[in-house]
Every structure is written in C-alpha cells, then in structure tokens.
C-alpha cells in the first residue's frame, strides 16, 4: 500500500559518485557520495537540499565498495518512504568496467529486492528523450535541464565548477522525473 508520504525515486547508480533523487512532497532531496572533501555536507536550495557523503578512498577488494554503496543507498532510503525507485539501466555503449559497474549495481538491486523496494530500471536515452526531448543529451544539457527547472545554476549551489557531482544530482533529477511521469501513467491510466 502506498501511503500519502510515500515518494519516487531516482538514482543514478556508479561506482564512484551515485547520486539519489526523491522527491518529497513539496521538495527534492539529492544525497550523493563523493571522494572531494569539498562536497561532503549538506547544502540547502530554494526546493530541498543536497547532501553529499564521502566515499572513502581505499577498500580492500571491490566487492567491499560495492557492499559500502548498496548500503549507503538502503541507510538514505530508509530516511524515506519510498513507492517505487527508478534506476538507469546500464549503457550498453559502455566501455571500460562495464563488468564492474554490473556487479555493483546486481548488490543495490539484491538488497531492493530483500527490502521488498519496488523498482525499474529505464534506459538512459528513454530517461534523456522523455525529460530533455533529446536521447543522446549530453551532461551539460542535463545540467541546463536541472538549472531551466529549479530556476537556479547547480555549480553556484555546490561552490564549484567541476561536472561532478553536478552531473549526478542532474542525472539523478532526470530519472526521478522520468519516474514520476512513469508513475502517474501507470497508476492513474494516463
């Protein structure tokens, strides 16, 4: 059963700097990890907050990472009610650690699935052409797209001019809004 707090939420799920989107009710909360010391706190803008966690810089093994970030997710999730959790699906273009990036997000999904958290995973260029009108948009666009939104510019927000983790809170946004279209559509035979 969904209650009245409950919330959509999107991720965009990496290795190295995920970033969670839920939409609450009246705001958007953004918590995301980062390896910047600069980043780690919580900043407060006109619709919410952004909250960045510093993901340490040495493991033992992957797996152990992998383990710390699933469990980050779950420990941010809690924090909420979520109805339903909307990830992007993996870039099948990808090059590199694609194998990597299979096994961590294969944890995050196992423990969803053991906390009976619903989700979908959605392509990225479904995620880009629904919310930017554009499949193959790039991080800048994604980033003008956010800034358009919220009346606002992410870089100012976080005191930064880097792409991380400006790009991830965007990316994140974008999912959640795909999710909430998904959502209605789906409840409310749209």
Same mark, same amino acid.
């Given at each position: 059963?969904?209650?009245?707090?409950?919330?959509?939420?999107?991720?965009?799920?990496?290795?190295?700097?995920?970033?969670?989107?839920?939409?609450?009710?009246?705001?958007?909360?953004?918590? /995301? !990890?980062?390896?910047?010391?600069?980043?780690?706190?919580? #900043?407060? *803008?006109?619709? %919410?907050?952004?909250? +960045?966690? &510093?993901?340490?810089?040495?493991?033992?093994?992957?797996?152990?990472?992998?383990?710390?970030?699933?469990?980050?997710?779950?420990?941010v999730l809690d924090r909420y009610d979520p109805a339903k959790? /909307? !990830?992007?699906?993996?870039?099948?273009?990808?090059?590199? #650690?694609? *194998?990597?990036? %299979?096994?961590?997000? +294969?944890? &995050?999904?196992?423990?969803?699935?053991?906390?009976?958290?619903?989700?979908?995973?959605?392509?990225?260029?479904?995620?880009?052409?629904?919310?930017?009108?554009?499949?193959?948009?790039?991080?800048?666009e994604a980033i003008e797209k956010f800034n358009s939104c919220?009346?606002?510019?992410?870089?100012?927000?976080?005191?930064?001019?880097?792409?991380?983790?400006?790009?991830?809170?965007?990316?994140?946004?974008?999912?959640?809004?795909?999710?909430?279209?998904?959502?209605?559509?789906?409840?409310?035979?749209?």
């Amino acid at each position: 059963m969904v209650s009245t707090n409950s919330c959509i939420v999107g991720i965009d799920y990496s290795t190295s700097s995920p970033c969670i989107c839920i939409s609450t009710k009246n705001d958007y909360d953004f918590h /995301y !990890l980062t390896k910047v010391k600069k980043h780690v706190g919580e #900043k407060e *803008f006109d619709c %919410g907050i952004m909250e +960045g966690t &510093l993901l340490p810089k040495q493991f033992d093994s992957k797996i152990e990472q992998y383990s710390f970030i699933a469990k980050w997710t779950i420990d941010v999730l809690d924090r909420y009610d979520p109805a339903k959790v /909307y !990830l992007e699906d993996y870039a099948f273009a990808a090059t590199g #650690k694609v *194998f990597h990036i %299979g096994e961590n997000t +294969g944890i &995050l999904k196992y423990r969803l699935m053991k906390r009976e958290i619903p989700y979908s995973v959605v392509a990225p260029t479904t995620v880009k052409s629904c919310t930017i009108g554009k499949g193959n948009a790039s991080k800048d666009e994604a980033i003008e797209k956010f800034n358009s939104c919220f009346q606002t510019n992410i870089y100012d927000i976080l005191d930064t001019g880097t792409i991380n983790p400006a790009s991830d809170i965007a990316d994140s946004y974008l999912i959640c809004t795909y999710g909430i279209q998904q959502w209605v559509t789906d409840h409310f035979n749209i």
